[in-house]
């Protein structure tokens, strides 16, 4: 027996200035967070963004955190659409892998588990030269 009164889900108690709330209900009603790239992970995508723009290559970014994935898109200009896009969806994680590279029509260039290996898209191959 306790002194507070019964209480019907949802309804929350005053005790003196802190709120009683049912925590199940209070994780239903709050908006899921968004899916985000780690710190490891945005250390390897700046690497390769920070290669192409010192070759001239690529010269804007913007990410996006939304609540079914990550995206880090890649401009030439920032007036256009993105070059290519490289998304983080965890719903597609134990199917296809998480992690893809888009090209500007959409176009999946490479998609898998591990981020290092989707990212190997951008490498370039080497190329004789000759004096």
């Avoid at 970014?61 to 890649?74: G, L, N």
């Avoid at 591990?114 to 190997?120: G, N, T």
Wanted: glycine fraction near 8%.
């Amino acid at each position: 027996m306790t002194d507070q009164p019964d209480l019907s889900p949802g309804e929350a108690v005053s005790q003196g200035s802190s709120v009683v709330v049912d925590l199940g209900e209070y994780r239903n009603r709050k908006d899921p967070l968004p899916v985000t790239f780690h710190r490891k992970e945005l250390d390897s995508i700046l690497r390769i963004y920070g290669r192409m723009v010192g070759e001239g290559e690529w010269r804007d970014y913007a990410i996006d955190h939304t609540h079914e994935k990550a995206v880090f898109s890649i401009f030439k200009r920032s007036g256009e659409m993105p070059l290519f896009r490289v998304e983080k969806n965890p719903k597609l994680a134990s199917k296809q892998g998480a992690y893809s590279v888009v090209n500007t029509h959409g176009v999946i260039l490479k998609r898998g588990r591990d981020l290092q290996q989707v990212l190997k898209v951008f490498d370039k191959a080497l190329k004789l030269v000759e004096k």
